[in-house]
């Protein structure tokens, strides 16, 4: 099979899957502003957030789920910039689309995971789980990067990210030592990336596992699979010569709607956790303190 590869322009055939997308892209762009009118309210002084925050300080729980969604919010407002045209038309790109709604999945899901649960030790843990893994990521970029480097530039970089690597553990462990949680609990232990989408899509109440499946499909064209791009996107036959076809491949409309419906849905329904979070009264007390740690 060969083909050619084509945005495609929403046509009249596909009128009623555009006035739908039309409508998504007009609720991605709400989402921005949304945010903003959620961002600079302070979390109550009894809230939840607030207890948080200072059970977590300095790596509070309110900062990290405003980075996530704030990365959702900026990456749906991508989307209204590919799709939509500057005389006010759609055109849906072939592959990217699903690449920039993978992440705000991930990014909306991941502020979802940590700020769901009904208790602060495991809210508590799921931060911890994740920064520390951060941490692994952040080395292996610098082992990475530093591979370049002459051997004694690339030594200084290596003892710079270990030097700053132990003063992040040293944080961590003084959040997990005031909330009860062994360091066993937390390093190397967050969960994969499917996980974390099936719990977070449960308390988000998204039916069928639909966040976890959705995000398989997009991961899937975020990456060069040929077998996922021939199930998900068009291909229109122009021609055949010696068994091979030729054709034109372009995206599904109506596959396009879907899943940038649910990178709304899950990020609306996390923005609107997150207010919960600075309004409902903390039911949890003494609130734990950390104590920093000196250097």
């Known amino acids: 099979m060969s083909g050619d590869y084509a945005n495609e322009s929403i046509t009249e055939t596909d009128h009623e899957a555009g006035e739908l997308l039309h409508r998504v892209l007009l609720r991605l762009a709400e989402l921005v502003n949304e945010h903003e009118r959620i961002y600079p309210v302070a979390p109550g002084a009894n809230s939840v957030l607030a207890a948080d925050d200072i059970a977590t300080h300095p790596m509070q729980i309110g900062h990290f789920a405003d980075y996530c969604l704030l990365q959702a919010v900026d990456t749906c407002?991508?989307?209204?910039?590919?799709?939509?045209?500057?005389?006010?038309?759609?055109?849906?790109?072939?592959?990217?689309?699903?690449?920039?709604?993978?992440?705000?999945?991930?990014?909306?899901?991941?502020?979802?995971?940590?700020?769901?649960?009904?208790?602060?030790?495991?809210?508590?843990?799921?931060?911890?789980?994740?920064?520390?893994?951060?941490?692994?990521?952040?080395?292996e970029l610098t082992k990475s990067a530093a591979s370049s480097f002459s051997k004694p530039e690339e030594q200084a970089a290596l003892r710079k990210d270990a030097e700053n690597r132990k003063r992040a553990n040293e944080y961590l462990r003084a959040v997990a030592h005031a909330n009860g949680i062994d360091r066993t609990e937390y390093e190397n232990a967050r969960p994969g990336w499917e996980e974390i989408l099936i719990v977070a899509g449960e308390a988000m109440g998204i039916e069928h596992r639909g966040l976890p499946t959705v995000w398989r499909l997009c991961s899937g064209l975020s990456h060069p699979s040929v077998t996922r791009g021939i199930n998900v996107l068009q291909f229109t036959q122009t021609g055949e010569k010696g068994g091979m076809l030729s054709g034109v491949l372009s995206v599904?409309?109506?596959?396009?709607?879907?899943?940038?419906s649910l990178a709304h849905r899950a990020t609306k329904i996390a923005l609107d956790r997150w207010r919960q979070s600075k309004m409902q009264v903390n039911p949890e007390r003494p609130v734990p303190k950390p104590v920093p740690p000196k250097f």
């Open 77 to 139: 407002r991508s989307i209204v910039r590919a799709v939509r045209d500057e005389d006010g038309g759609i055109t849906l790109p072939i592959m990217s689309l699903f690449t920039l709604a993978r992440s705000v999945i991930e990014c909306a899901a991941t502020a979802m995971w940590v700020l769901a649960p009904p208790d602060r030790r495991t809210r508590v843990l799921r931060r911890l789980q994740f920064e520390h893994n951060e941490l692994s990521h952040e080395t």
């Open 252 to 260: 599904k409309t109506s596959n396009a709607v879907g899943v940038v």
